[in-house]
């Protein structure tokens, strides 16, 4: 343990935290993401879903994924003392004591699970249950620090939520939420190396093996514009797929482009031009990977939204 | 005669308590809208004592 971890749990009354500080354990920034791609997965799927299941399904997903958040700050809460990034959330500040973000994080995860059953159906319960169970003890407690393709095997735990909103609505797991599963799964890599090259000191002092830290920028640039290639020509291929259609075409081919320029301009600098110019093209494409996901979930969702139209699709 | 000033702890624990009373009021009324929204589905239905399903609902 750090001294850093010791000095806040040796401060931190149990019992003071403000309702900020317990909102702050749930990642309400990840949450955004977990809720947008839940919510095209239950539009997109091919089943109405009434109004107020729909909403309590995404809510419970909603706070399933905060219950992972908050369980994953219990966990790490010595190795964020020591990174700029997370020294201020709430255990490593000394708000909130371990003990609380344990208690709180579990409760949220059993309740999220049980609502999401009685609202919705067994399968997307288990869905959730199984992610919340990947992305806490799968990959917080097991592979964060051990092994450099943490962030590839923990991705899958981001990439869950369209597949439980899916299920959620048709009770089923199929092609379309399969799709909607590898499009996040391929697309994390990338997205994280990029922040990990801007981040690179972080990671260091908290020995964190990231890519980054285990065989340096060069493999990590190599890595980043491998991922980015093999997304491009599944985020493509998707358009011909029950998902896609020419809207989603559209939309993908313009933000796979733009991905794969930055990816292939990380690719051809080292570490000395980012140096110099303060990691700019690896900053873009740390944005553009967030707008290249947004792009695809809106466009999945407008072609569910004209398929109920009529008037989407290659037919 | 003069109020004391309230401690930024009382605030806090102010803020906390409301904060979670009004997420519990938000459950309640999530929990009651489910129930509303599933018993006025037409496919719920209720077994009675003979084993039977009976139907229930508007569409019924």
Known sequence: MSDASLHSASTTQPGEAGFGDFFALLKPRVMTLVVFTALVGLLAAPVAVHPVVGLAAILFIAVGGGASGALNMWWESDIDALMKRTRKRPIPSGRVTRDEAFAFGVTLAVMSVVMLWLATNALAAALLAFTIFFYVVIYTIGLKRWTPQNIVIGGAAGAFPPMIGWAAATGTVSIESVLMFALIFMWTPPHFWALALVMRGDYDNAGVPMLTV??????????????TVILA??????AFTGIGGPVYLAVAVVFNALFLRDAVAIWRRDEAMAEADNYRVERRAFRLSLWYLFAHFTAILAEAALRGLGLAGWA | MSFREEHELHKRRFGRNLGLGLV???FVALVFGLTIAKVTNEGFAVRTPQGQQAPQGKGN
């Open chain 2, 24 to 26: 519990l009021a938000g």
């Open chain 1, 233 to 238: 020509v599944m985020a493509v291929g998707a």
């Open chain 1, 214 to 227: 285990t065989h340096g920028q060069r493999a990590t640039r190599v890595h980043i514009l491998a991922y």
